[in-house]
């Protein structure tokens, strides 16, 4: 017999309304009666759609984008590999004069989107022909910005190519990492979105983060900065948030988390936002497996070790090593 729940009188959730799903061979459930439910639905809970708004970046036309990046970045490993010196040119040429029309076109629904968002309005109240030129330049200047970045960005990337080789024994060479290891795709794709957060596009670069998360099981916020030489070991379950601030030569392992300690809520009960909330990384730190840093004011000392399993909510000096006391390990026959 179940025991009383002790809190159930503490509750304070409304009630929910009951569900009524039909079953498929019911003969009430006709199409359009089904269609009518669905669509009062919409009506009902506007928060999650986006009915009569302008159009918003379109999710496989920001992915296929960033594909096409990545072969500008390493040309030769993934889609065409038959490139060499004699039609380098033409290769990169005809792949740039892809992506500008495309960049224009998401780049200019997300500046669009969100100049309307912030005004409070939508397409029906702002007819379309308000300002899509300005967007549509703002779009084009963008792209145009970010490919100019390209050279910069794999600058960068290079680094973080011998940051693994050096970092890890069991790589057998550059290619190798550029092929299959998760933790350069994600810090790939993150210094992507984050030169597009520079740039001040919205959405898109959290667009980019989450396609990142979903193929590697990292999640980096577009939003971090992360210096030089930037190694992620193994990588599954990283979570790096949005204000951390991590500086050249930093290495971390699987689960390991950069995370907030809290939120901040105004005195309207709104959450407090655009303040720093993430852990500082300094240079030359190594972060081992499942360790957690939290916190905004955080910060973790130049050349310092944190240990496996760690959990950290304050500050440490330069070359600190921070580690948990092992448990005891206990054996005994198995019955």
Known sequence: MNEPDPDATERTDPPRPALSLKRPDDPD?????????????????????????????????????????????????RG???????????????????????????????FR????????????????????????RKGAETGDRLLAALPALRELLVDDVRAAYEGDPAAAGY??????????????????????????????PRMIAEFAHARTGIDIHPGATIGRSFFIDHG?????????????????????????KSFAVGPDGDLVRGQKRHPTVEADVVIYSNATVLGGETTI???????????????????????????????????
């Open 29 to 77: 459930a006709t199409v359009s009666s089904l269609t009518e439910a669905i669509v009062a639905s919409y009506r009902d809970l506007e928060l999650i759609h986006h009915l009569a708004h302008c159009p918003l970046p379109s999710n496989d036309a920001v992915v296929g984008i960033v594909l096409d990046v990545t072969e500008l970045l390493f040309p030769g490993y």
């Open 80 to 110: 065409r590999q038959d490139l060499n010196w004699d039609n380098i040119d033409y290769f990169v040429g005809s792949v740039i004069d892809s992506l500008r029309g495309r960049m224009t076109e998401q780049f200019s629904r997300a």
């Open 113 to 136: 989107h969100d100049a309307l968002r912030r005004a409070g309005r939508d397409c029906e109240q702002e007819p379309p022909e308000a300002c899509p030129d300005l967007c549509r």
């Open 175 to 204: 290619d190798e990492i550029v092929f299959c290891y998760p933790g350069f795709a994600a810090i790939t794709l993150h210094r992507i979105a984050h030169a597009l957060v520079g740039l001040g596009v919205p959405v898109v």
């Open 236 to 260: 599954t379950g990283v979570v790096i948030g949005e204000t951390c601030d991590i500086a050249e030569r930093v290495k971390i392992y699987q689960g390991v988390t950069l995370g907030a």
């Open 301 to 335: 000392g130049r050349g310092s070790v944190v240990g496996a399993g760690v959990t950290l909510t304050k500050s440490c000096g330069p070359n600190t090593i921070v580690t948990v006391e092992k448990a005891q390990l206990r054996f005994r026959e198995a019955v």
